[in-house]
């Protein structure tokens, strides 16, 4: 294996062939599969005479349009089913393993795919959705991609790429009491901006990011693309190891061993040169929470929410006086004691088991205010399974909050789950942009522990104020 970075190994490792314009033939690993951006791609197939090449490298499931209601169908929002139904139809046709909607594995796929053992180390990874990346956390090159090219890769499990610049982000020091994950990204994002890794593949590096489970390594990865990554990644380690070790798609016994050796190589060498590189202090991040409609619009949750006149740039002064219009809010104010109408907490980037654990501390032994309406979405039927085994859903029932069934839910609102219009609600998931909860929502994007508190108190709160009951 050349010298070089991880993501130059991993690019030397699936590249087949240099094609002409600059873009190379990349061998693709894993394809990931969901209902809104397959069908298409399918027909297209159907259309071309063509089979999907490698059925056996392809999975899929229903997770955005579904709804996260008990005893829930097919059927959901307008048109749904029947994208529900040809996506299942088509899995069948072609021989791909489909967690469907009863499926007892269903789940979302940047959930499932890690969970299962389908994602390894030094594998590519694509599917029609833009948090891809998430599975990067193991040390995979994964990224979203579009209805066209979910067609070429099912048709061909290959992908003409444009070969992106290096950044590494290393991140030393050590997360303050009650920072998490979550928080340590948006601060991330914040301090770079949503454009300030575009155009690069993101390396996540440093003491604190080599101290953190894999959960958390999710968690950062699947928000890499909110500032602007095409894909984000973290080397992996024992860490990453003993999570895949035992999982069902994951190699077993013998082969896991040698397995593991091979996936030891897969990191930066100490000489190797990114284009560019950022040092941050975990030790500088506060619990976050966003006051505007994108992820770079964040601070701590016991700042003022900024005046448009101190942004430097035009269109950042444009863009803050926009979001404060939209979001109903004014400059110089405190978030603290801001009146919530709904809390999220799920979605790819907050709804594995860790996530519901860190929740349910801030929540047992409390009421939901009577004016929130609160939902806990799973990322998985495992993740529902392990959080009923560990009692976590009777904390959330007697609490107040709707424990659901797992799908995307309110990340998106493509489904039955959304935020009302002129409602603010506090969310876990990864995007805050006008309209995506819903039409005129209101979106601040926080911690499970964040949210979890605004449900309790009603209003935006400091978790950290809030403690749980053991």
Same mark, same amino acid.
């Given at each position: 294996?050349?010298?070089?970075?991880?993501?130059?190994?991993?690019?030397?490792?699936?590249?087949?062939?240099?094609?002409?314009?600059?873009?190379?033939?990349?061998?693709?690993? +894993?394809?990931?599969?969901?209902?809104?951006?397959?069908?298409?791609?399918?027909?297209?197939?159907?259309?071309?005479? +063509? +089979?999907?090449?490698?059925?056996?490298?392809?999975?899929?499931?229903?997770?955005?349009?579904?709804?996260? /209601?008990?005893?829930?169908?097919?059927?959901?929002? @307008?048109?749904?089913?029947?994208?529900?139904?040809?996506?299942?139809?088509?899995?069948?046709?072609?021989?791909?393993?489909?967690?469907?909607?009863?499926?007892?594995?269903?789940?979302?796929?940047?959930?499932?795919?890690?969970?299962?053992?389908?994602?390894?180390?030094?594998?590519?990874?694509?599917?029609?959705?833009?948090?891809?990346?998430? #599975?990067?956390?193991?040390?995979?090159?994964?990224?979203?991609?579009?209805?066209?090219?979910? @067609?070429?890769?099912?048709?061909?499990?290959?992908?003409?790429?444009?070969?992106?610049?290096?950044? /590494?982000?290393?991140?030393?020091?050590?997360?303050?009491?009650?920072?998490?994950?979550?928080?340590?990204?948006?601060?991330?994002?914040?301090?770079?901006?949503?454009?300030?890794?575009?155009?690069?593949?993101?390396?996540?590096?440093?003491?604190?990011?080599?101290?953190?489970?894999?959960?958390?390594?999710?968690?950062?990865?699947?928000?890499?693309?909110?500032?602007?990554? /095409?894909?984000?990644?973290?080397?992996?380690?024992?860490?990453?190891?003993?999570?895949?070790?035992?999982?069902?798609?994951?190699?077993?016994?013998?082969?896991?061993?040698?397995?593991?050796?091979?996936?030891?190589?897969?990191?930066?060498?100490?000489?190797?040169?990114?284009? +560019?590189?950022?040092?941050?202090?975990?030790?500088?991040?506060?619990?976050?929470?966003?006051?505007?409609?994108?992820?770079?619009?964040?601070?701590?949750?016991?700042?003022?929410?900024?005046?448009?006149? /101190?942004?430097?740039?035009?269109?950042?002064?444009?863009?803050?006086?926009?979001?404060?219009?939209?979001?109903?809010?004014?400059?110089?104010?405190?978030?603290?004691?801001?009146?919530?109408?709904?809390?999220?907490?799920?979605?790819?980037?907050?709804?594995?088991?860790?996530?519901? #654990?860190?929740?349910?501390?801030?929540?047992?032994?409390?009421?939901?205010?009577?004016?929130?309406?609160?939902?806990?979405?799973?990322?998985?039927?495992?993740?529902?399974?392990?959080?009923?085994?560990?009692?976590?859903?009777?904390?959330?029932?007697?609490?107040?909050? @709707?424990?659901? @069934?797992?799908?995307?839910?309110?990340?998106?609102? #493509?489904?039955?789950?959304?935020?009302?219009?002129?409602?603010?609600?506090?969310?876990?998931?990864?995007?805050?942009?006008?309209?995506?909860?819903?039409?005129?929502?209101?979106?601040?994007?926080?911690?499970?522990?964040?949210?979890?508190?605004?449900?309790?108190?009603?209003?935006?709160?400091?978790?950290?104020?809030?403690?749980?009951?053991?």
């Amino acid at each position: 294996m050349t010298a070089g970075t991880l993501f130059e190994k991993l690019w030397d490792q699936h590249r087949i062939a240099d094609l002409p314009g600059g873009e190379t033939l990349i061998h693709i690993d +894993r394809h990931l599969l969901y209902e809104i951006t397959s069908p298409q791609a399918f027909d297209g197939l159907q259309q071309a005479g +063509r +089979r999907v090449g490698n059925p056996e490298l392809t999975f899929g499931t229903t997770d955005h349009l579904v709804s996260t /209601r008990r005893n829930r169908g097919d059927e959901t929002v @307008e048109g749904g089913a029947l994208l529900i139904r040809a996506f299942r139809s088509s899995t069948r046709a072609h021989g791909i393993r489909h967690f469907d909607v009863q499926d007892a594995q269903q789940g979302i796929a940047h959930v499932i795919a890690p969970e299962l053992g389908i994602v390894l180390p030094g594998m590519t990874v694509v599917c029609g959705d833009s948090h891809t990346g998430t #599975v990067g956390a193991l040390g995979a090159w994964a990224w979203g991609i579009g209805t066209s090219a979910v @067609e070429q890769v099912l048709a061909t499990q290959t992908l003409a790429v444009r070969k992106p610049k290096t950044m /590494r982000i290393v991140v030393d020091g050590e997360l303050g009491t009650g920072v998490t994950p979550k928080d340590l990204i948006l601060y991330l994002i914040g301090e770079i901006g949503t454009a300030g890794a575009t155009g690069y593949a993101l390396e996540l590096a440093g003491r604190a990011i080599s101290a953190m489970q894999m959960e958390g390594r999710f968690t950062l990865c699947n928000m890499g693309v909110e500032a602007g990554a /095409r894909t984000t990644f973290i080397a992996p380690d024992d860490i990453a190891f003993n999570y895949i070790r035992g999982r069902e798609y994951a190699p077993q016994g013998e082969a896991f061993d040698r397995a593991v050796s091979a996936w030891r190589m897969l990191s930066t060498d100490d000489d190797a040169v990114f284009d +560019r590189e950022i040092r941050l202090d975990a030790g500088a991040a506060a619990p976050q929470i966003t006051w505007g409609t994108s992820p770079e619009q964040v601070m701590a949750i016991d700042a003022i929410v900024p005046d448009p006149s /101190r942004f430097a740039q035009v269109e950042q002064r444009s863009a803050a006086e926009r979001a404060l219009s939209y979001m109903g809010l004014q400059a110089g104010a405190s978030l603290l004691g801001l009146k919530v109408d709904a809390v999220f907490i799920g979605s790819c980037t907050n709804s594995r088991l860790s996530d519901l #654990v860190a929740a349910a501390e801030i929540v047992r032994g409390h009421k939901v205010a009577d004016h929130v309406r609160a939902l806990v979405v799973p990322g998985s039927m495992t993740v529902k399974r392990q959080a009923e085994a560990h009692g976590l859903h009777r904390v959330f029932l007697d609490a107040g909050f @709707e424990w659901r @069934e797992p799908g995307c839910s309110m990340c998106a609102a #493509v489904n039955d789950d959304f935020v009302p219009p002129g409602a603010r609600c506090v969310s876990t998931s990864n995007r805050n942009f006008e309209g995506r909860q819903g039409p005129r929502a209101r979106t601040h994007l926080g911690s499970p522990a964040t949210a979890a508190a605004a449900a309790i108190a009603g209003v935006i709160t400091d978790a950290r104020r809030t403690g749980g009951r053991s």
